[in-house]
């Protein structure tokens, strides 16, 4: 079982950048596959970025790619999310999720343990 507690977020300009973390603790970080989902207020929770247990494979939704990047560092057990080009509708509660099969998934199901969130808003 692992436990993620997410931080970063906050208000930010559109064209301005943001990071947001997600810190783990208790069982062994580099067994999971983690990702990062999005929800605004009104919509359903989507999918953001997955990366695999070695961080040598990620996977973006189109709507981020090129402009997101998702990054884990094992050794202190936590990932990260740098986000650029900010844009209104990026603007939600970003959470952090892991699951430990070796597969990338894109749909929340499939992840077993969440973060509680933090807040990226985006102002126009």
């Known amino acids: 079982q692992v436990q993620l507690v997410e931080s970063g977020g906050g208000l930010v300009q559109a064209g301005d950048s943001l990071s947001v973390f997600c810190a783990a603790s208790?069982?062994?970080?580099?067994?999971?596959?983690l990702a990062w989902f999005r929800q605004a207020p009104g919509k359903e929770r989507e999918f953001v970025a997955t990366?695999?247990?070695?961080?040598?494979?990620?996977n973006y939704a189109d709507s981020v790619k090129g402009r997101f990047t998702i990054s884990r560092d094992n050794a202190k057990n936590t990932m990260s999310l740098q986000m650029n080009s900010l844009k209104p509708e990026d603007t939600a509660v970003y959470s952090c999720?892991?699951?430990?099969?070796?597969?990338?998934?894109?749909?929340?199901?499939?992840?077993?343990?969440w973060g509680r969130g933090t807040q990226v808003t985006v102002s126009s």
């Open positions: 999720a892991a699951q430990n099969s070796a597969t990338l998934r894109v749909y929340s199901s499939g992840y077993d343990y």
């Open positions: 208790g069982d062994t970080f580099s067994n999971y596959v």
């Open positions: 990366i695999s247990r070695t961080g040598l494979v990620t």
